[in-house]
């Protein structure tokens, strides 16, 4: 079974968002920038790793990029029985879920970021990775200090993360590296994030929870506080309530996943730091990582799988389709009116415009050839119906 990973604050970048500008799914940073009421597209093209890095424009625009992709994703027929974000990905999992809407995903976590970013100017805190002892070791010092220090992050086994006051940090990672970790590294961030340095903006997000409409999920979502999946609405509220002064339990997360079923991890999001966790947590998973619009075609080949070589009998239905060339699906329900000088067999890039469907426009998730048309010039097409196909160039 197929469960969808969705990065955290601290895997933000520069220009994270090119590659998806032209991608018929960036229509959603138009309308979350409406919900905003400020251009979050500069956050994705144009803002440097100072701008990036302040917190509440990091949580914002990791979550919006998140969005895009599993829209992508969604558009190319991969679909998942399972949710899990790290830290601000529980609200992407929250929302790929059905268990809120994207409205109020983007108000939520504007909201998350600007009071976690108002605690950081209030109350100086840091953190620390602690890498090659045994969590309960981390959490024997961190308890055993005279200071503020409280493991934030159970990443996977022998790599937890550590946060509070600057001296308790450095206080107990020293006491790490005497009881033998391999290292401890700063983190650039600023503050002491899921310890009880975050009260205050749990305070004030929890009003914006309490009026924000939860659903019960779609699948299995696995909180962070627990690491365990629930299903009520009113537990989920009392969680992501809790979630920004608990630890981060990620290893235990991917350990319910697994034993659910789940094997095959995709992280939608910038960077790839939950495919390696998944690596060091979870046996033998498959494991991919959506960056970018080509990632999108080496997801499907690779979920499709290779044909025998050896094979004599003839391949099921669609399954060829499905290997090596892409279908383009009706964006809404309407009349489709195919664009005058597109042809068979003119080269196609991704955003390129096929057509259009009543006022909305056809634009191509791929870059291929165009095969053939799926439906006719004035035909009524209703929404996901397919329209065109297209070979993959190899």
């Known amino acids: 079974m197929i469960a969808f990973t969705y990065s955290g604050q601290g895997s933000q970048q520069p220009g994270m968002g090119s590659s998806w500008a032209k991608h018929p799914s960036w229509e959603l940073v138009n309308e979350a920038s409406e919900i905003a009421q400020f251009d979050l597209g500069h956050l994705l093209l144009e803002a440097d790793a100072d701008e990036l890095r302040k917190t509440h424009n990091a949580q914002i625009s990791t979550y919006l990029l998140s969005m895009i992709i599993l829209d992508a994703v969604e558009r190319v027929g991969v679909d998942a029985a399972g949710h899990a974000g790290h830290s601000l990905g529980e609200y992407s999992a929250l929302t790929a879920s059905g268990a809120i809407d994207f409205e109020d995903g983007i108000r939520l976590v504007l909201e998350r970021g600007s009071a976690m ?27 055993a200090l005279d200071d503020d220090v409280w493991v934030a992050n159970y990443n996977a086994p022998g790599q937890v993360v550590i946060a509070g006051s600057p001296t308790g940090v450095e206080k107990a990672g020293e006491a790490a590296k005497d009881s033998g970790a391999k290292r401890v590294t700063p983190l650039e961030v600023s503050g002491a994030f899921h310890t009880p340095f975050m009260n205050s903006a749990r305070e004030r997000l929890s009003v914006a929870i309490e009026e924000t409409d939860i659903r019960s999920p ?58 390696g966790l998944v690596k060091r947590c979870v ?63 003119n080269p196609i890039s991704v955003g390129d415009l096929l ?9 191509s998730a791929f870059s291929g050839i165009l095969q053939g048309w799926l439906a006719v010039d004035t035909e009524r097409v209703t929404t996901s119906q397919p329209i065109a196909w297209l070979v993959v160039q190899n």
């Open 355 to 363: 057509g259009k469907v009543g006022n909305e426009e056809i634009r």
């Open 117 to 143: 970013y108002e605690s950081t100017t209030s109350q100086t805190g840091t953190m620390a990775a602690v890498l090659g002892i045994a969590d309960e070791k981390v959490e024997e010092i961190c308890s």
């Open 218 to 275: 779609q699948g299995i979502v696995v909180a962070n506080v627990d690491g365990m999946s629930h299903e009520n609405p009113e537990t989920w509220r009392a969680l992501m309530n809790a979630q920004l002064s608990s630890p981060v339990r990620w290893h235990q997360s991917l350990g319910t996943l697994e034993d659910r079923g789940f094997m095959t991890f995709i992280e939608l999001g910038p960077g790839k730091v939950l495919t």
């Open 283 to 345: 046996k033998n998973a498959s494991r991919f990582t959506i960056n970018t619009p080509e990632d999108l075609d080496s997801l499907l080949e690779s979920l499709a799988g290779p044909l025998p070589s050896d094979s004599n009998e003839d391949s099921p239905e669609g399954e060829h389709l499905y290997a090596t060339e892409r279908l383009i699906v009706s964006p809404g329900a309407g009349i489709f009116t195919p664009k005058d000088d597109l042809k068979i067999g």
